[in-house]
Every structure is written in C-alpha cells, then in structure tokens.
C-alpha cells in the first residue's frame, strides 16, 4: 500500500457521491459510517465483529484518551491501534465538541480551552497545538481540528465569535499537523444556521488546502429541515475533490438525506447508545424493545438479516433481556444497530454507483413509513 492519502471519486449520482479514501493502514469506501469508540472502545462490541460489518474506520476521542488512560501512556504501549487491537483506520476527534457538551467544567479563551476532568476534577488544558499532539500520540490516521461547536439556536454574533475562532486555531492546527505523509488533518466549518458565517468559514478553510473537510455544529438542538439546508448551501463551498464529513450525525433518515447532498462521512453515537438503551434499528425502523407488547413475540427484528442478533432472537427474548438490564441486551442490540446502519451505507454506495440513489432513498423510506406490524 502506498504511503500517500488519497480521495478517489468513483462515481456520482445527482449530488450523492461514491469514493474511496486510501492510507497506509487500509481504504475507506465512502459514504463511510465510522462506529464510535470514544475511549478506544465501540461499547458492548468486540472490534473484530465491528470490522466484519463493514466497518472501515472508526472514531476515538481526545478528550477522553486524555483523561484517561492519557495520551503519552497510549503512545508507550504502542499507539491506539495497537493498543485496541485495531490495526485499520482511526479518525479522532479534536476535543472541539467537549466544548459545548461539558459547558459546565470548561475555560475558553483564544489559547485554547481548560477542563476539569468529568473523572477526577483535575485540570486539563487542550489548546489547538496540544489537541493535535495528543493525536500524533495517538497514531490517529485523520486529525481534526480543535474547534469551537456551540449549541442552537445562539445569536448570529455569538456564532460569528465562535467561527472566527474556529478559524484562527485551523490554522494553529494545520501549523501543529504538518505534513505527514498517508494521514490527513480535517478542516471543520462552523457557523450554525448562519449561511454567510458557514459560507466565510468554508472558503476560509478551503484556502487552506487541507485533505479534508468536516462540517462541524449541527444536530445541535435545530431542526432537520435547518441541517439540510445549510448542508444544500455550504457543501458547494466545499472543495469537491476532498472527502466532505458530517460530525455527529446521525439517524438513518439524516445519513439518506446528507448523503443525497454530498456528505461522505458520518459518526454517530446513536446505532451504539440507542442499542444500550433497548432500542433496535431495523430496516422496518426504530424498535423500541422495552415495550411490552414484544413480550410474547417469537418473532425475530428481522429474517432477512444476515446479522445473527437480529435474525436469531426473538424479540421476546429480546424484550426480557432489556427488562432484566442484562448485559447481553445492549450487546445483541448494538449489534443489530450497527449492522443496520452498514448494511445501509452498503445500499447507498451500490445505489450510486448503480445510478439508482433516488430510487433506494424513496424504497428505504417507504420500509421505514411502512414499519412490520
Ligand atoms: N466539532 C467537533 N466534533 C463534533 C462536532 C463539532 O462541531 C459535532 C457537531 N454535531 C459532533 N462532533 N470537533
């Protein structure tokens, strides 16, 4: 395998797009979902079943691996491949995001951002040049930025100030990265439900010839329809010869809909968190398992499925799993969760590469309005 990174478009379909992103540690087909793994883990899975799903890469996160078990041990025991036993793709996040989620436990000024550990209460600082160190610790293969994602609906210049920052430690950022062969660092545009400032910040960005580009402060508290309009307005900003990916995001109505305007890569917690929480995604929709009408159901999520977890179960034994908060239960949901969600990547890249997206986007939707009852 050659040492570069490399973006190849395979094929387009109206504004959906099939590619292929190539580095030393393995190729990402593309649309991608890439499971979480905050802590060096995809919880409640083994990351060889996560691998034999179709999983190309998948996400870590610095705030977490800095905390613990921290970054430079990370990097004594071998790295974070080695160290999870993954040996492919790994992208990972900035801490940029832990900046609106940990509101209450956080300083920010123009150098960077200081937290109080959610573990111990100690004092952590991330700053653009030392997020990006922890990231070369890590082994990650794509980098992201530190950034400042802030929570909707916000006044435009609360946005505006946020951006422009985003913006400055881009550049910190790039400056920390280099140039490291076969690995990329990600741009992130902000600007929330402010075309212009989104626009400002694409450009902004795109002049700064980085291998990728993120979309970052979405799925932030606004509604869907304001999501796909700003990605309808801000991906035409965003070079089209570089992957384009969506933080964040999303259910599988969220990944049909950007996928149909360019978006190339996702990550999301929700197939992971909603399986511990007894919830299944099927090709029939969301299923929630906790409700007692599975109770006496033999039937499995779904027959067709070439998952074990949702051909082999019955939701009866499911649903008692769930109730008992057996371990098992958020195990074989997580499962279920996952595979669906790649199998439903696997459809759309064949459907683009078939000229038949628009088809497979209304089919999908008709099953999940549909539901199996
Ligand atoms: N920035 C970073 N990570 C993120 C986001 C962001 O804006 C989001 C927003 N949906 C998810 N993860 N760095």
Redesign the pocket.
Known sequence: MSDEFRFNLIATDGKARRGEITMPRGTVRTPAFMPVGTAGTVKAMYLDQVRDLGSDIILGNVYHLMLRPGAERVARLGGLHEFARWPYPILT????????SLADLRKLDERGVKFKSHVDGSEYELTPERSIEIQNLLDSDIQ???????RLPAERAEIERAMELSLRWAERSAKAFGNQPGKAMFG?V?GGDVIDLRLRSAEALAAMDLKGY???????GEPQEVMLKVLEETLPAMPGEKPRY????GTPDDLLQSVARGIDMF??VMPTRAGRHGLAYTRFGKINLRNARHADDPRPLDETSDCPATRDYSRAYLHHLVRANESLAGMLLTWTNLAYYQSLMAGMRSAIEAGRFADFRSETMEAWARGDI
């Open positions: 996040d900035s801490g940029g995001f832990q900046i609106m992201m930025q530190l950034d400042e994602c802030i992130i902000q993120s979309v970052g402060g979405l799925a932030v969506l933080m964040g995001v990550d999301c």
